[in-house]
């Protein structure tokens, strides 16, 4: 379960660096709860989650429950992205929805493991 829930991690990682440009952001996407550019950038929701949830966090010690809430965040935020009224995640072969279906049946598993 653990692994599984650490690759699914990888798309949406891709989907929020996309979303955040490096030249918008002068800690090249990390954030710095100390600078107060961080805490009052239009990015710091996303930078926060990269941050948390990037391929050097140690998310082989992170709990269960955190890397579903990582998944849970992610899923949502992919999501949001794609939301369009003729847009059905449900029957779409795209990579986001086809990963969004993933993410949901990770997420329903661990909820009833």
């Given at each position: 379960?653990?692994?599984?829930?650490?690759?699914?991690?990888?798309?949406?990682?891709?989907v929020v660096?996309?979303?955040?440009?490096?030249e918008d952001?002068?800690?090249?996407?990390?954030?710095?709860?100390?600078?107060?550019?961080?805490?009052?950038?239009?990015?710091?929701?996303?930078?926060?989650?990269?941050?948390?949830?990037?391929?050097?966090?140690?998310?082989?010690?992170?709990?269960?429950?955190?890397?579903?809430?990582?998944?849970?965040?992610?899923?949502?935020?992919?999501?949001?992205?794609?939301?369009?009224?003729?847009?059905?995640?449900?029957?779409?072969?795209?990579?986001?929805?086809?990963?969004?279906?993933?993410?949901?049946v990770l997420?329903?598993?661990?909820?009833?493991?």
């Amino acid at each position: 379960m653990r692994d599984a829930l650490i690759s699914a991690l990888t798309y949406p990682r891709s989907v929020v660096r996309e979303s955040v440009l490096p030249e918008d952001c002068p800690h090249n996407r990390s954030f710095d709860c100390e600078d107060h550019r961080c805490l009052t950038c239009e990015f710091e929701v996303e930078c926060l989650w990269l941050c948390r949830n990037d391929e050097f966090a140690a998310l082989q010690l992170r709990p269960l429950t955190d890397l579903v809430d990582a998944l849970e965040f992610s899923l949502g935020y992919v999501q949001r992205r794609i939301d369009e009224p003729r847009h059905n995640i449900a029957k779409c072969g795209c990579a986001t929805c086809a990963w969004s279906r993933q993410a949901e049946v990770l997420i329903e598993a661990f909820r009833n493991a």
